[in-house]
């Protein structure tokens, strides 16, 4: 119940207005630990109501302490514009029946704009690290009596290079506050090192143990000989599955550009209703504001995109995730099915595996602790169906290389979609750490060339 939080009950209106009937896992853990004042550093998954989490304990702090509107009282940093947006929405909402206000500072938008917004001195600021920064030196944003940094989907930001201009910031703000830290994983670009520069004694919550994951979405693996058998079972599932909105992942541009190219001929020869959209690293943020609007207006349903476009992406009612490329890692997995099965929702994701990806499902699997499940379609049955012989790991026993081995079908690192190369940083161990398997479900997928 929230009314068990002891929040203002300005906040519990909202929270009622909203339809909340229960705290989610999340915010059950982490709003009596935020409401203390302590530091929370939390792995949790978009989608789990990490959010509300954070949200509600901080506007309740900053109805408790009522503030002349000076400087900055919270700021909230995230790695995408959108999400930024969507957190705004979720603020707003939340403190409908309050008088705080919040202001959006994201890259992209009108600079002079959001220099006059924050001259009115909100509450709180949301946004993306880079322009913040800009607007920080450029004497537009006072930090030195913040009360609140919240920095959400941590992991991406440093993923996408962000580490430097947070630090930045990070450093221009009151050393008093009171820092939250969200991340979906919990390894990866320097977290760790992150976590120690920017906190104090965080509290450790992992909400996201990798095997509570997925409940409410369905896992399948259709085994497939090759891309174009892999095109034909995507059809097949684009015509044949109920699902209102569909994201389909490839490993690289190269792929997602040519599979769309594929979808969209057959769409147009009459062949497949399904209304496609790509989306990848090298398309800028026009090209993503229209694929989402697109989405959300349903003049489109099908979007083909890499692990990097898709990252952020929150879009209501997408139920349909099929990996046509496995994804790399485990954790790329994981936030993959992430867009789908989102607050109870239940969704449905299908991975295409053909002979050389087999092993890399393996790790995934055992990664998550989940069993996926098989699934033939039988009027698309093909010649391959899995290894003849499976190690207790679930990959194929007696897997040297062997000329069949080798596969048209993907060449792994070729214009990856995905951070450069060289990037690496040793895994440190984290609490609530894995021993046997590697935190991001990558390290055993690497060793050998697929
Ligand atoms: P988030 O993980 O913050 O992206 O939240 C995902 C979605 O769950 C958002 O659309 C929220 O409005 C919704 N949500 C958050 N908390 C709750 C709750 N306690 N009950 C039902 N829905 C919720």
Redesign the pocket.
């Known amino acids: 119940m929230f009314s068990e939080f002891g929040l203002h009950e300005r906040l519990l209106k909202a929270v009622a207005a909203?339809?909340?009937?229960?705290?989610?896992p999340v915010?059950q853990a982490a709003i009596p630990m935020v409401l203390q004042g302590k530091d929370v550093y939390a792995t949790a998954?978009?989608?789990?109501?990490?959010?509300?989490a954070f949200v509600l304990p901080l506007l309740h702090r900053l109805l408790q302490e009522a503030k002349p509107r000076t400087a900055t009282r919270a700021l909230v940093l995230l790695p995408t514009r959108e999400l930024a947006q969507?957190t705004l929405k979720?603020v707003e909402l939340l403190a409908q029946f309050t008088f705080i206000k919040a202001a959006l500072v994201t890259g992209g938008e009108d600079f002079k704009k959001q220099a006059a917004a924050l001259r009115k001195n909100p509450e709180i600021v949301i946004g993306t690290p880079g322009r913040l920064l800009e607007h920080r030196n450029a004497g537009q944003l006072e930090l030195q009596d913040l009360e609140m940094l919240v920095l959400d989907e941590a992991d991406r930001m440093l993923d996408m290079g962000f580490s430097d201009d947070v630090l930045a910031l990070v450093e221009a703000c009151n050393p008093g506050r009171q820092t939250l830290l969200f991340s979906a994983t919990s390894s990866g670009s320097g977290l760790y090192d992150f976590v120690k520069k920017v906190m104090r004694e965080p509290q450790r919550l992992i909400l996201n143990a990798v095997s509570d994951l997925g409940t409410n979405t369905k896992q399948q693996v259709i085994t497939a000989d090759d891309v174009a058998h892999k095109e034909k079972l995507l059809l097949w599932l684009l015509a044949n599955e109920t699902y209102s909105k569909a994201i389909v992942f490839t490993n690289t541009r190269d792929q997602a550009d040519r599979l769309g190219g594929v979808l969209i001929a057959a769409h147009k020869a009459g062949k497949s209703a399904a209304k496609v959209y790509v989306l990848h690293g090298e398309k800028d943020q026009k090209d993503r504001k229209q694929a989402i609007a697109r989405l959300n207006q349903g003049h489109i349903n099908v979007l083909v995109a890499t692990d990097v476009a898709a990252r952020g992406l929150?879009i209501e009612g997408m139920d349909l995730v099929v990996n046509f490329d496995m994804a790399r890692k485990g954790d790329d997995y994981l936030h993959r099915i992430g867009r789908t099965g989102?607050?109870?929702n239940e969704g449905l994701a299908i991975s295409l595996v053909g002979p050389h990806e087999w092993n890399l499902m393996a790790s995934i699997q055992r990664y998550l602790k989940q069993a996926f499940e098989r699934r033939v379609i039988g009027e698309l049955k093909g010649s391959y169906s899995g290894p003849k012989k499976l190690k207790s790991s679930g990959k194929a026993a007696g897997s040297k290389k062997k000329k069949s081995d080798k596969h048209p079908e993907k060449k792994p690192h070729k214009k990856a979609d995905s951070k450069p190369a060289g990037k690496k940083t040793a895994k440190k161990a984290v609490p609530g750490q894995e021993a046997a398997a590697p935190r991001d479900g990558s390290a055993p997928l690497r060793r050998k060339p697929l």
């Open positions: 909203l339809g909340f009937a229960e705290p989610t915010q998954q978009t989608g789990s109501g990490k959010t509300a969507q979720q929150d989102r607050a109870g």
